[in-house]
């Protein structure tokens, strides 16, 4: 072997060592039960419950009912009751210490005005009139036991009809009352990445309508929302404009943004800093797309997500939370 090929193999064998190294602590875990992005999914009685969401075949694209949960102790999936509601996807997930909630979406002709309740064996729909239309690919949280949302459209391809409108949602007198809030201060968006820390609901990126040139444009924006002063507050911005974030509290003071699209779909991550209003680059995900991600019992789960136009993944990965905090 001449020396020319010995070091172009050892380079090619240093690359793959690299590659390999960077994505070694994720766990890949059996694939979905079927390719989705848009679900809900979120932990319940320490399984992973995925509930509808979408997914292409044949070049359609197909929106589910289907309720699937992951048991971390056999690594098994199961299928659970489909919603008799008819399918849903591209709402709000709203995550609870031990379960979670998911609000809005749509059910591919119409929005979804609706809140979802999820425990072991399934997922139930409650429709809730009052909600607003702009419950599809919003952003939100619960933060201090309040529902609060922000942003979002009527239709996932409604990409000028986003909003800045913000309410809290809470069941109050036997009815659910929505109320509206002080709106977001940049511009109107849809499909930012968002979760609640420290009595805030944080957002980040997301995608706007610019109405001079017709088209969408991915943002940088980032912003904390207090309901106890009903006032919003500017966060450092993203270094990259994004939109379809996975967003997910590590801790109190640390918070892990990962995948979403660029000018193409990432696997790229950072840790966001709430105390210093910083980031710094974090472990990148186990592959790019607008990723699902779920904190239950030490780990983060990595699930599905859009990976291409017109695909859907059906990768299943998850991390200990201290690996990422490393």
């Given at each position: 072997?001449?020396?020319?090929?010995?070091?172009?193999?050892?380079?090619?064998?240093?690359?793959?060592?690299?590659?390999?190294?960077?994505?070694?602590?994720?766990?890949?875990?059996p694939p979905l039960p079927e390719p989705n992005g848009g679900a809900f999914c979120g932990p319940a009685d320490g399984k992973i419950v995925v509930v509808?969401?979408?997914?292409?075949?044949?070049?359609?694209?197909?929106?589910?009912?289907?309720?699937?949960?992951?048991?971390?102790?056999?690594?098994?999936?199961?299928?659970?009751?489909?919603?008799?509601?008819?399918?849903?996807?591209?709402?709000?997930?709203?995550?609870?210490?031990?379960?979670?909630?998911?609000?809005?979406?749509?059910?591919?002709?119409?929005?979804?005005?609706?809140?979802?309740?999820?425990?072991?064996t399934g997922a139930r729909l409650q429709q809730v009139p009052e909600l607003p239309?702009?419950?599809?690919?919003?952003?939100?949280?619960?933060?201090?036991?309040?529902?609060?949302?922000?942003?979002?459209?009527?239709?996932?391809?409604?990409?000028?009809?986003?909003?800045?409108?913000?309410?809290?949602?809470?069941?109050?007198?036997?009815?659910?009352?929505?109320?509206?809030?002080?709106?977001?201060?940049?511009?109107?968006?849809?499909?930012?990445?968002?979760?609640?820390?420290?009595?805030?609901?944080?957002?980040?990126?997301?995608?706007?309508?610019?109405?001079?040139?017709?088209?969408?444009?991915?943002?940088?924006?980032?912003?904390?929302?207090?309901?106890?002063?009903?006032?919003?507050?500017?966060?450092?911005?993203?270094?990259?404009?994004?939109?379809?974030?996975?967003?997910?509290?590590?801790?109190?003071?640390?918070?892990?943004?990962?995948?979403?699209?660029?000018?193409?779909?990432?696997?790229?991550?950072?840790?966001?800093?709430?105390?210093?209003?910083?980031?710094?680059?974090?472990?990148?995900?186990?592959?790019?797309?607008?990723?699902?991600?779920?904190?239950?019992?030490?780990?983060?789960?990595?699930?599905?997500?859009?990976?291409?136009?017109?695909?859907?993944?059906?990768?299943?990965?998850?991390?200990?939370?201290?690996?990422?905090?490393?």
């Open positions: 072997m001449s020396a020319r090929l010995i070091l172009m193999t050892k380079r090619l064998f240093l690359s793959w060592l690299l590659i390999s190294t960077a994505h070694a602590q994720w766990e890949k875990l509808g969401g979408t997914h292409w075949e044949g070049g359609t694209k197909n929106w589910l009912r289907s309720v699937h949960a992951f048991d971390p102790a056999s690594k098994k999936w199961s299928t659970l009751s489909a919603l008799s509601a008819g399918p849903v996807a591209y709402g709000v997930t709203l995550p609870h210490t031990a379960s979670f909630q998911f609000l809005g979406g749509s059910d591919g002709t119409r929005t979804v005005k609706a809140i979802g309740t999820v425990d072991a239309s702009t419950v599809v690919l919003a952003a939100g949280g619960v933060v201090d036991g309040s529902l609060i949302i922000t942003g979002g459209t009527d239709d996932a391809a409604n990409v000028s009809g986003v909003s800045r409108a913000t309410h809290s949602i809470a069941f109050s007198e036997g009815k659910w009352q929505v109320r509206p809030l002080t709106v977001f201060p940049g511009k109107a968006f849809m499909s930012a990445g968002s979760t609640a820390s420290n009595g805030e609901l944080l957002v980040f990126g997301g995608l706007n309508w610019n109405e001079n040139s017709q088209a969408i444009e991915n943002t940088t924006a980032a912003h904390a929302f207090s309901p106890a002063r009903n006032a919003w507050r500017p966060l450092k911005p993203l270094a990259v404009a994004n939109r379809g974030l996975g967003v997910v509290a590590l801790d109190e003071r640390h918070l892990y943004l990962a995948g979403g699209f660029r000018e193409d779909f990432t696997a790229d991550t950072v840790i966001y800093d709430v105390k210093t209003d910083s980031y710094r680059k974090a472990k990148s995900l186990p592959y790019a797309a607008m990723v699902a991600l779920v904190k239950c019992e030490g780990f983060v789960y990595c699930i599905g997500g859009e990976d291409k136009m017109k695909s859907r993944s059906d990768k299943f990965f998850r991390i200990p939370v201290a690996e990422l905090l490393k």
